[in-house]
C-alpha cells in the first residue's frame, strides 16, 4: 500500500474520484474490505485494458473498419489509458507518482 503513515496506517488513494471531482481516500491497513475493494476495481480496469488493446489490434487489422468505429476506439482507448496510469500511481509504480511537476500541480500529468 502507498501513500503517506499516519499512526502506523496508511492513506490509499482510492479508484475514481469523490464528491466535487476530488480524490478519495482510505485509512488503514491495507487489509479492510474497502482496500479489498479498491484493489478489485484496479484489477478489473487492468483486464478491461488488457481486453480493450485486444479488440484494438483486431479493428487495426481490419481494412474496413471506418473512421467512426476508429474514433470510438480512440475514445475508449483514451479512458482506459487514464485509468491505468491512475491504477499505477495509486499502486505507486511509477517512481515519480509521488512527486510534484515541475509546474508544482502534483497531477503527474503533462500538457500534450
Known sequence: MNGKAYEGHTFRLL???GPEEKPSYV????????????????GIRLGMAADLLDHAADLLADRKTTGVELHFLASRLSESLREVVQVAEHRGARSDANRPEPDGDGTGRREP
Open 15 to 17: 479508484p475514481g474520484v
Open 27 to 42: 485509512l488503514g491497513d491495507g487489509t479492510g474490505p474497502v482496500s479489498r475493494m479498491a484493489a478489485s476495481i484496479e
